[in-house]
């Protein structure tokens, strides 16, 4: 038996087992321990905990020690070394007219290894900025070409759910996603929709896979022929979240009405022909049980568009909207002793005026 911990290094979404060393780490507490590359600084997602010999270990690092304040310094003194060579490695890359987008700049913990993070459409020559880095540093240079997935984590970000993006919180490994998936569980092939911030297919469609094939291989696929509580008929739909299906009757062809797939049987699954089938007569319609006391019943599954409603109230007549050029009418014919007659008003003293 041997006692491990589970560490995290920042700007990491990885968990790594450490030996402890004798040390008691609790979740939370930042450490100090010791890599191939050399002294780094984590954070302990994992306290102490015993595994059996017979598991598979391989020989684990030990915790050198736990961070202190002058660890913590020398941390955010590499994060501002880091923005620096950011901004140095842009310029370089500039003046040497390559094509390549800077992502990051890691540092180690004892500053003597500096690692450039890129994305490139196809392989680049960068011997010369090597050497041009590592004379405005004077540290061990590593440029490293990553994809748009590895890009994606390290930026960070929010998903179209609202939500920090897996790569960056959980997602140890990449999982390899396909457009099938998207079909099988009948989501819109719209690329934006199905897209994450890296412009591939969002990894969160491996999640539900599996319950939607199980889910399609027990219900019927679509133009099978089945018996519903209403009759035979054919499948047109399949909703294998809530497990129902539409079916387009034989007595009524043109509406399709609303089934559980508990309340009906198979006869054929998919496309084919009726020819030996023998129709069972139809089964029970499927009731909800309910306790005892419930003040809604049992009641059956209806098509949303065969749900009755309430009579509409009748629409009140609308005015019919007067024509904006009115007709003008005639004026009235004055005998012709008041023709040549002016009209009087009063005036703003409330005099008569004769005009």
């Not at 015993?50 to 660890?71: N, Q």
């Not at 950011?86 to 500039?94: K, L, N, Q, T």
């Not at 140890?172 to 929709?193: G, R």
């Not at 049980?289 to 003040?295: H, V």
């Amino acid at each position: 038996m041997s006692e491990i911990i589970s560490v995290r290094f920042p700007n990491g979404s990885r968990n790594y087992d450490f030996d402890p060393g004798g040390l008691r780490i609790r979740i939370g507490q930042e450490v100090i321990v010791e890599t191939t590359q050399g002294l780094e600084f984590a954070i302990c997602t994992r306290g102490n905990r015993t595994i059996l010999e017979g598991e598979d270990v391989r020989p684990l690092s030990t915790v050198i020690r736990l961070a202190t304040d002058e660890d913590r310094r020398v941390l955010d003194w590499n994060r501002r070394r880091e923005r620096e060579a950011f901004r140095i490695g842009e310029e370089r890359i500039a003046a040497h007219g390559l094509e390549m987008k800077l992502v990051r700049v890691s540092i180690s913990f004892e500053g003597n290894k500096l690692i450039f993070f890129f994305t490139a459409d196809g392989r680049v020559d960068f011997r010369a900025l090597v050497r041009d880095l590592a004379s405005v540093f004077h540290s061990r240079i590593e440029l490293r070409q990553i994809g748009v997935r590895d890009e994606a984590r390290m930026i960070g970000g929010l998903g179209i759910c609202g939500r920090p993006l897996c790569c960056c919180q959980f997602l140890t490994n990449f999982l390899p996603v396909s457009i099938k998936m998207a079909k099988t569980q009948n989501l819109s092939l719209n690329p934006t929709k199905i897209s994450g911030a890296c412009g591939r297919l969002m990894c969160c469609l491996k999640y539900e896979q599996f319950a939607y094939e199980e889910a399609a291989r027990r219900l019927p696929k679509a133009e099978s022929f089945v018996q519903t509580p209403d009759g035979p008929g054919n499948v047109k739909s399949v909703d294998l979240l809530r497990e129902t299906v539409r079916v387009s009757l034989d007595s009524d062809p043109e509406h399709l009405k609303l089934y559980r797939c508990s309340e009906i049987l198979l006869l054929r699954n998919g496309k084919g022909t009726r020819n030996g089938i023998h129709v069972p007569p139809p089964p029970p319609r499927y009731v909800e049980e309910r306790p005892e006391g419930d003040a809604f019943p049992g009641r059956e599954l209806h098509c949303p568009e065969e749900t009755p409603t309430r009579n509409p109230r009748p629409a009140r007549p609308r005015k019919q909207a007067e024509p904006r050029n009115k007709p003008v009418k005639a004026a009235p014919e004055q005998p012709e002793g008041k023709r040549n007659r002016k009209p009087w008003y009063r005036n703003r003293k409330g005099r008569p005026n004769n005009r």
